[in-house]
């Protein structure tokens, strides 16, 4: 269309509680860290009558502050008021003709690029197209993945040529068997908790279960209540019916809407039919009823529907508790339900990502980390998964490592997978190419990659500080001595004619060796991950003596035991309307998933949201498919065994 007949939609961005709360402190005069905490106390949004004081007490503030409560107050009124003006994620205008003969163009920040001041309702009212581009992280991730099956596997592949439309192929098979066992970290869409712990109770087969596994988790569905109904009836353990109108009509009018998902209504699309078809909706009505349930930020709209569809599905035969059931199925869709033509072609992506990490989880976790930010999961799970699927994970090295992570040749299957510089926090891209650049044969001490590279001595502390110094022969305590001896990049003028290139000979310093905890904690500080060990293997002895389980001892405990697991805190989730709390906890051993119901979570409400080390005490929870929760009565707060670690353990 040309950029003179295209341009990105605007949204307007409103206040959330988060949001307000930190602008209105920043403009009241409370210092940042009083309004992190309180901003730490919410989940989701409040009430119009603010925050409890009870909240404000957990943060460890007096909720009587007249300033806190000036705040508060101040804030809960801001909800919803717009913000600022931002542009829509992939909403594209086209028109026939020039753009700024319709409607005012700007330049966005990004180079060629042109936004409109109009939002999505705007362009509705006046009558003009707009097309959604939507982009996606995985799609990054797949393409860096095929680049790199063609230069370390030589294969050439690209998104047509992985199918899933011979599910009896054994390639295609071996796929679908690996998501049946829930092993989908990092998988497209399949990788949250809840989409794991579906995978074995749905046991896709075929492309098309994989197109209601998208769809199915989405609080549409469960909010309907279809999740348990279609997985009894694709069990066989209830029986699949399709209630008929009454005559003259098609008696299998619905069964043509809800064969393919077994009478069960599942998508947007299902939902405008049987309005269409088992209530008589015009076009027009039909229209109206898809933008109700696209609403899913404004919830409440579907009620003016509620008596038009039930008369007229009443009137064409239908059982009014029938015609309940399914207005009540439809309205979930108003808090968030999934159109079939996106889970399609989202479930192409599903499989696409899963066959990479099925047949090359060496290229799989490679292509995720060098696509990040981006998915459910920090890169050290995902190190953690490739290491479990049997990849081998070498170190960030100044004398091996590029920008990006990448793959070194291996006598095994897969290749070894190279942690890269990007993996440093505040590690600059034009750094490591210079690193890389200039490193023609290996650098041979500190001052040599100071003098042959050109970086500056902030770089060469963060190598140091990130333990990448192997080859070198330097630990990370005695690189960062060293680091030290270089002149800053900034001297004063009076020492600047004194900076050499030559540093004159110092005697070797017996450092005293750094111990394993203090090591791994430092790994995580500055690169979010740690190869030497997990902070849990350090504190099992003590939790063991506490009667605290390790997430995999989990897998001998009976059904229905009380139990105390531990771990480091990865998610929490509170999806819905808020009816139960998940927490998925790490160590040494692999993960653990917990749950509490809302009707306990005020109690343990800060032990849930600030904890990064967590003990869960419940009872333990095991479906027929080995799916295990502990149903948790309480949650402690442990974070400051991390903060002792490194100081109390002695190797």
């Not at 009558?49 to 957990?58: A, D, N, S, T, Y």
């Not at 920040?109 to 705007?122: L, V, Y």
């Not at 998902?261 to 008589?280: D, K, S, Y």
Request: glycine letters at 8%; charged letters at 25%; hydrophobic letters at 40%.
């Amino acid at each position: 269309y040309g950029r003179h007949r295209a341009g990105i939609a605007a949204t307007v961005i409103s206040y959330r509680p988060r949001s307000a709360i930190r602008e209105v402190g920043k403009a009241l005069g409370l210092t940042e860290d009083i309004t992190s905490r309180i901003a730490s106390t919410v989940w989701g949004s409040w009430s119009g009558e603010g925050l409890p004081p009870k909240h404000i007490e957990q943060a460890g503030l007096d909720p009587d502050n007249p300033n806190i409560l000036r705040a508060i107050k101040l804030a809960t009124r801001l909800l919803g008021f717009p913000r600022h003006l931002s542009q829509h994620v992939g909403g594209f205008i086209l028109t026939q003709n020039r753009l700024d003969e319709y409607v005012p163009v700007a330049n966005a920040a990004m180079e060629d690029r042109t936004f409109i001041e109009w939002d999505k309702d705007d362009i509705d009212r006046v009558g003009m197209l707009k097309v959604d581009v939507l982009g996606l992280g995985m799609l990054t991730c797949i393409r860096k993945a095929f680049e790199l099956i063609e230069i370390h596997h030589k294969r050439k592949v690209d998104l047509a040529d992985i199918s899933a439309a011979s599910p009896n192929d054994p390639e295609v098979a071996g796929v679908f068997e690996m998501l049946q066992k829930g092993d989908s970290v990092g998988v497209f869409q399949v990788e949250s908790r809840a989409q794991i712990n579906m995978l074995p109770r749905l046991k896709p087969k075929e492309f098309y279960d994989l197109v209601i596994q998208v769809a199915i988790v989405r609080p549409g569905p469960i909010q309907g209540d279809m999740v348990h109904p279609y997985l009894r009836r694709r069990n066989k353990e209830e029986m699949v019916d399709y209630p008929e109108p009454g005559p003259p009509h098609d008696k299998d009018e619905l069964r043509n809407v809800l064969k393919r998902t077994l009478g069960v209504p599942l998508f947007q699309e299902q939902a405008m039919q049987i309005a269409m078809v088992g209530a008589g909706f015009s076009d027009e009505e039909a229209n109206g009823l898809r933008k109700a349930m696209a609403t899913f930020r404004n919830p409440g709209t579907m009620e003016q529907f509620h008596e038009k569809m039930i008369r007229g599905m009443v009137r064409r035969g239908y059982n009014e508790a029938f015609a309940e059931r399914c207005f009540n199925q439809i309205k979930g869709f108003g808090e968030y339900g999934f159109p079939e033509s996106h889970a399609a072609s989202f479930a192409k992506l599903v499989y696409v990502s899963a066959w990479i990490k099925k047949y090359y989880p060496d290229v799989f976790a490679c292509a995720l980390l060098n696509s990040q930010p981006m998915g459910f999961y920090a890169p050290a799970q995902i190190v953690r998964d490739a290491r479990e699927h049997g990849v081998e994970v070498r170190p960030v090295d100044a004398n091996c490592s590029t920008h990006d992570n990448g793959l070194e040749e291996t006598p095994n299957p897969y290749c070894a997978l190279r942690i890269g510089f990007r993996q440093i926090d505040g590690f600059k891209k034009d750094w490591s190419e210079k690193l890389v650049v200039r490193r023609e044969k290996n650098y041979g001490s500190i001052e040599d990659i100071w003098q042959r590279s050109g970086v500056p001595v902030r770089a060469l502390t963060l190598l140091a500080d990130a333990d990448a110094m192997g080859t070198i022969g330097l630990d990370r305590r005695e690189a960062a001595w060293r680091v030290r001896r270089l002149p800053q990049d900034d001297p004063l003028p009076l020492f600047a004619a004194a900076q050499g290139r030559e540093l004159g000979e110092e005697d070797d310093m017996a450092l005293p060796e750094m111990a394993l905890p203090e090591h791994v904690i430092a790994d995580y500080q500055t690169a979010r991950l740690s190869l030497k060990a997990h902070p849990m293997a350090f504190l099992r002895e003590q939790f063991s003596a506490q009667g605290v389980l390790s997430c995999r001892g989990l897998d001998q405990v009976r059904d229905g035991k009380m139990v105390k697991v531990a771990g480091i805190v990865l998610v929490r989730q509170r999806p819905g309307k808020g009816n139960a709390i998940f927490m998925t906890l790490e160590d040494e051993t692999g993960i653990a998933n917990g749950l509490m119901w809302a009707s306990r979570f005020e109690k343990y409400r800060r032990e849930i949201m600030a904890s990064r080390l967590a003990v869960i005490e419940g009872q333990l929870q095991k479906s027929k498919e080995g799916v295990i929760h502990v149903i948790a009565s309480a949650v402690y707060d442990r974070s400051d065994l991390l903060d002792s670690l490194a100081m109390s353990h002695r190797a």
